[in-house]
């Protein structure tokens, strides 16, 4: 099993960056896939951006974060980052991290059923 704890949130202006971490611990996952996703009030789990933690670090990102959040790893501390720029209030939510449920190549997935190991979530407030 896998043990993932989320850090890094917060309250923030509009327009200004925050970076979040996912550090994990416990079984192997260097096949693996990691992913951003966030849950605003009354709404569905949205996908935000996800990263193999191996064959070069692919990347995958929704197109709502694409060019603002960049995500990123460092597999010497089994940690996921996700840097967010130029934030807005409509990216104000619960941000949670979880691991892929199989091992692969090529682009991360970006849905949330393929994910499981999830993070305990941590809030990121954007003022306008």
């Known amino acids: 099993q896998v043990q993932l704890v989320e850090s890094g949130g917060g309250l923030v202006q509009a327009g200004g960056s925050l970076r979040l971490s996912c550090a994990a611990s416990?079984?192997?996952?260097?096949?693996?896939?990691m992913g951003w996703f966030r849950q605003a009030p009354g709404k569905e789990r949205e996908f935000v951006a996800s990263i193999r933690w191996s064959g070069g670090g692919v990347t995958y990102y929704a197109n709502s974060v694409r060019g603002r959040f960049t995500i990123s790893r460092d597999n010497g501390k089994n940690t996921v980052y996700l840097q967010m720029n130029s934030l807005k209030p409509e990216d104000t939510a619960v941000y949670y991290c979880a691991v892929s449920k199989t091992a692969g190549w090529g682009t991360p997935p970006g849905s949330a059923s393929e994910y499981d190991c999830w993070g305990q979530g941590t809030q990121v407030t954007v003022s306008s």
């Open positions: 416990g079984r192997t996952i260097s096949l693996y896939a």
